[in-house]
């Protein structure tokens, strides 16, 4: 291959591989100049070789696919525009001096900005809410519970027992089940060959992981601070926890959590949580944690907790969608209600029905026993392994 | 052999591998530029397949790591032959052999039990081997972390040995189901494949191929009732496998054409959730049935077989 017709094809595929940075997929100088070397490996008239030479080097998952095949057919009609009928397989380009670094760096700045102002745009778009949301900032501490003191210590007692699983590692203890011999062995080696230590092994502990999801829309409210408290105890018992509250939208509040004391973190849920005490859009605040954040928190197959009385305004069909794909991410799910601990309860409105069959524990959630009871859930999943 | 795109598709399909330009390309890229690939795509496309087919085209060996939670050095990499080092210990006891001599002996390579990973770095054979990494996703942070380093420059430190480096790097392949991301700097390393379902042409060459007396009308109506199936929302939509299956167990019961019977006979071949299963029941697979005889003229008059 010809320099010059090298160094132009390069300067252009520097600025695609910075369209697609920027579009998010995750282009590092490594895949570039994989890229490049690859190219020298293919016919270049050939369309779909060159599209899928790129494609493997510069994707790295198959939502990528889409945005690829968007930049990408921008980028081959620019090309050929820039290189014209010189990117036919019998062309013999004249030699000459390859590309200098400044000038395959060098990009328009109109054109940067440009892109910019798309991010901005594409922002503003995600943030637009639904109208049915009831905007209060509503100050939590209005409530002033009486027994917190016994509480606190009942959770904390509680969620110490909790906070781990038992993984399919290893590590060497004095009253492991399991003989190590690979350790034993070593130590045998020390005494010319003869077994006088024998080292055993048993399982190790690995943190359990566990994501909450927790709805504090207008039928919630009795119980949602009391719910909150608990979840507040239970970020700093797990380390691998994950919380979000949703009404009609979902929000992460893990951070807020992690960063704060109590009445700080409730300020700043309060101010955070938009559509406190509005309505319920269950199945749409699921189908958000399904796209958005599932994917990424799914590893180590986490115990997945819901919250919420089950009233639902959604369409069910959406709601059994995605409590399936919920399902499926978790490795129990487990459904708490806070009304299911008043007498003569029935779980008969149209949400709770429709997620019922998903669902692998279904408890109250408003009691202290209630609560137990899913300590002991959690704590048979960790000794399982 | 295998010096353009050209060639590793035709050696593929040789090797009775049915697969497009796409795949192909990437599979000359990582041969050219040794690098690994990381092929996704739903379970029953082929994934496990495309080592498999490398390997054999290339003529090599093909060595296969299956991964799990909880997967680890020892039995991914190396493990000591822990009872054959205490009979040479007692050996060298009674033969009254110097103390230096019994250690070095116990942890020499004879005593190292090769696990996927060391097989493919310590392969002695001219032909760099095929190393298939399958199902990467199962195993857990620890180990992807671990196989990051033995793919960056395919050398490993025993403590007892030393530094042991590959004389050929293997190819690589890894397979994903995603059923979690992987990590990105493993992803950075590789290079990106992911696999559709075939289309109905390239699922009527594969059954084809793989199954070569099957009858014209069974191969078209089969194909063209998986294409149908995979377009509902089903808990898990059968892959190619699940058609090869279903092709042979029409064959074996003497079915020369699709009907709601052999359909409901069989569907265990297709369906493998309850669900699914119940699905399609309720939803009437002879509605499927009749949708395909009537276009199967049409079809079979359209496509000419490969």
């Known amino acids: 291959m010809q320099d010059t017709r090298k160094g132009e094809i390069l300067s252009h595929l520097l600025r695609f591989a910075r369209r697609l940075k920027e579009k998010g997929l995750k282009i590092t100088p490594g895949r570039v100049i994989d890229a490049a070397r690859c190219l020298e490996l ?26 690829f095949a968007e930049l990408f057919e921008e980028f081959w009609s620019q090309m050929r525009e820039a290189l014209g009928s010189r990117i036919v397989p019998s062309e013999e380009g004249t030699g000459g001096e390859g590309v200098s670094g400044e000038k395959t760096l060098a990009l328009p700045e109109a054109e940067e900005s440009a892109a910019e102002r798309e991010g901005a745009e594409e922002e503003k778009l995600m943030t637009g809410y639904s109208p049915q949301e009831v905007l209060t900032g509503k100050d ?117 959590f992690r960063r704060n004391r109590w009445t700080q973190a409730l300020a700043d849920i309060s101010r955070r949580v938009r559509d406190w005490s509005g309505g319920t859009q269950i199945g749409r605040c699921l189908k958000i944690f399904n796209e958005r954040y599932a994917r990424g928190m799914a590893a180590g197959s986490p115990v997945i907790i819901l919250i919420s009385d089950g009233w639902d305004r959604g369409e069910p069909e959406l709601l059994e969608k995605e409590m399936k794909r919920l399902r499926r991410r978790s490795r129990r799910l487990i459904w708490l209600n806070p009304l299911l601990g008043t007498p003569d309860y029935q779980p008969l409105c149209q949400g709770m029905r429709t997620a019922l069959p998903y669902i692998d524990y279904f408890l109250p959630a408003t009691t202290l026993k209630g609560l137990k009871v899913m300590g002991d859930v959690l704590l048979a999943q960790s000794a399982k392994g | ?40 795509g739903e379970a029953g496309v ?64 004879d005593f190292l039990i090769r696990r996927p990973l060391l097989e493919a770095i310590l392969n002695e054979s001219a032909k760099p081997p095929v190393l298939l990494i399958d199902e990467i ?53 590789c290079l990106y494949h992911w696999i559709d379902y075939p289309s ?56 020369e054409e699709l009907d709601a019977a052999a359909v409901r006979e069989t569907s265990g071949c297709i369906f493998k959730y309850y669900e699914d299963l119940k699905l399609m029941e309720e939803s ?19 496509i000419p077989c490969a």
């Open chain 2, 46 to 109: 082929g994934k496990t397949e495309i080592a498999k087919v490398l390997a054999q085209i290339l003529a090599t060996r093909l060595i296969r790591l299956q991964c799990y939670e909880g997967l680890d050095v020892n039995t991914s990499l190396y493990e000591w032959n822990y009872p054959r080092q205490i009979l040479w210990m007692k050996q060298a006891e009674i033969c009254e052999l110097p103390q230096e001599k019994v250690g070095k002996g116990i942890f020499s390579q």
């Open chain 1, 140 to 256: 939590f501490s209005q409530f002033a519970p009486e027994d917190w003191g016994i509480l606190e210590r009942e959770l904390a007692r509680l969620l110490s027992q909790l906070a781990t699983k038992v993984s399919r590692r290893r590590k060497p203890s004095a009253h492991g089940r399991e003989m190590d011999f690979r350790r034993s062995m070593k130590r045998a080696a020390r005494y010319r060959g003869e077994w006088i230590e024998l080292i055993r092994r048993k399982p190790k502990i690995k943190p359990l992981k566990v994501i909450v999801i927790c709805d504090v829309s207008g039928s919630m409210d009795a119980s949602a601070r009391f719910l909150l408290r608990f979840l507040f105890g239970m970020e700093k018992a797990f380390k691998q926890s994950e919380f979000f509250v949703f009404s009609t939208r979902l929000t992460r509040i893990t951070d807020i």
């Open chain 1, 42 to 67: 293919i016919d270049l008239s050939i369309r779909r070789d060159f599209a899928e030479t790129l494609k493997a080097n510069f994707i790295s998952s198959r939502e990528h696919l889409s945005v």
């Open chain 2, 200 to 255: 109905l042409e390239k699922e009527r060459r594969i059954v084809l191929a793989k199954v070569p007396g099957v009858r014209q009308t069974l191969l078209n109506q089969v194909c063209l009732f998986m294409q149908r199936v995979r377009e509902k929302d089903l808990f898990k939509r059968p892959g190619i496998a699940e058609t090869l299956d279903w092709v042979q167990a029409l064959m074996a019961l003497g079915k």
């Open chain 2, 284 to 302: 009437g697979a002879e509605n499927l049935i009749t949708l395909i005889s009537r276009r199967d003229d049409l079809t079979g008059a359209q």
């Open chain 2, 137 to 189: 996703d199962r195993s857990d942070e620890e180990f992807e972390a671990f196989l990051l380093e033995v793919l960056s420059d395919f050398q490993v430190t025993i403590p007892e040995i030393g530094t042991l480096k590959a004389k050929h790097r293997p190819h690589v392949i890894l397979t994903s189901n995603r059923t979690r991301e992987l990590h990105d700097a493993l992803k950075r390393r």
């Open chain 2, 1 to 40: 052999m295998l010096a353009t795109i050209e060639e590793v598709q035709s050696a593929m399909e040789g090797a009775k591998y049915i697969t497009d330009r796409s795949t192909a390309t990437v599979l000359y890229l990582s041969l050219k530029l040794g690098k690994p690939i990381l092929v996704e």
